[in-house]
């Protein structure tokens, strides 16, 4: 069998969906994956009243400690994921496919319960890369807001991917389902070209909007490597 029809083997059986990757020890009180991972299972109220504990500390603050937090955890979570992914596959998971990396990372994500994860490459010559996340935790959590929720989630995913680009990534929400969006939406790419982001988001552009004037606006900086 060669390695590539062995990485397609594993890919169909696959690493999230196996039927013991959560495994329970009622005896322990614990919930561990294949690698010996413990995992923490949050209920919607936990987290609604965490981020109302957050609110009433940090005030305007909250969606910058919200980012750093989602860092933080990104960086724990994608280098487990490299660990993991190399072991499993049996190459480094940074010579994966852009096709098996995306239904890895999707797989990994539905698994967690983060939601469904779909990513767009079209622009990254560009310096930045699309990415869609349905039925998102905060968003189903919190409900209708007035401004986006997903700012744990920007800062995992400019964390993950810039693991992988091997160098310092933003990433900004430009759509979100608490704004009445079907799903979260995301740029990540280098902070230069996303810096004016922010404030279309404020504006109330929506995502194609706000795609096309990034895409208008010449690249100050090189794409990720």
Same mark, same amino acid.
């Given at each position: 069998?060669? /390695?590539?029809?062995?990485?397609?083997?594993?890919?169909? #059986?696959?690493?999230?969906?196996? =039927?013991?990757?959560?495994?329970?020890?009622?005896?322990?009180?614990?919930?561990?994956?294949?690698?010996?991972?413990?995992? !923490?299972?949050?209920?919607?109220?936990?987290?609604? %009243?965490?981020?109302?504990?957050? /609110?009433?500390? !940090?005030?305007?603050?909250?969606?910058?400690?919200?980012?750093?937090? %989602?860092?933080?955890?990104?960086?724990?979570?994608?280098?487990?994921? &490299?660990?993991?992914?190399?072991?499993?596959?049996?190459?480094?998971?940074?010579?994966?496919?852009?096709?098996?990396?995306?239904?890895?990372?999707?797989?990994?994500?539905?698994?967690?319960?983060? %939601?469904? $994860?779909?990513? &767009?490459?079209?622009?990254?010559?560009?310096?930045?890369? /699309?990415?869609?996340?349905?039925?998102?935790?905060?968003?189903?959590?919190?409900?209708?807001?007035?401004?986006?929720?997903?700012?744990?989630?920007?800062?995992?995913?400019?964390?993950?991917?810039?693991?992988?680009?091997?160098?310092?990534?933003? !990433?900004? /929400?430009?759509?979100? =389902?608490? +704004?009445?969006?079907?799903?979260?939406?995301? $740029?990540?790419? $280098?902070?230069?070209?996303?810096?004016?982001?922010?404030?279309?988001?404020?504006? #109330?552009?929506?995502?194609?909007?706000?795609?096309?004037?990034?895409?208008?606006? =010449?690249?100050?900086?090189? +794409?990720?490597?």
């Amino acid at each position: 069998m060669t /390695q590539e029809t062995a990485s397609y083997v594993r890919l169909v #059986n696959g690493y999230y969906t196996r =039927p013991d990757y959560f495994a329970a020890d009622v005896a322990k009180g614990t919930i561990r994956t294949p690698s010996g991972t413990r995992i !923490c299972a949050l209920t919607d109220d936990f987290l609604r %009243g965490f981020r109302a504990a957050v /609110q009433f500390e !940090c005030g305007k603050a909250t969606d910058r400690v919200y980012k750093k937090c %989602g860092f933080r955890w990104g960086t724990s979570f994608v280098e487990r994921f &490299d660990r993991e992914m190399t072991e499993y596959f049996g190459v480094p998971a940074r010579e994966m496919s852009a096709g098996l990396m995306e239904r890895t990372l999707d797989e990994a994500f539905r698994a967690h319960g983060y %939601g469904h $994860l779909t990513l &767009d490459y079209a622009e990254y010559d560009r310096g930045f890369v /699309q990415v869609t996340l349905a039925d998102s935790v905060m968003p189903a959590v919190m409900g209708r807001t007035d401004k986006p929720s997903d700012a744990l989630m920007c800062g995992f995913l400019s964390a993950v991917f810039g693991f992988y680009a091997s160098t310092e990534l933003d !990433c900004v /929400q430009t759509e979100c =389902p608490s +704004r009445g969006a079907d799903a979260s939406r995301f $740029l990540v790419g $280098l902070a230069a070209r996303l810096a004016g982001v922010p404030k279309m988001v404020a504006d #109330n552009l929506s995502h194609a909007t706000i795609l096309t004037r990034v895409k208008a606006q =010449p690249a100050t900086e090189a +794409r990720p490597s």
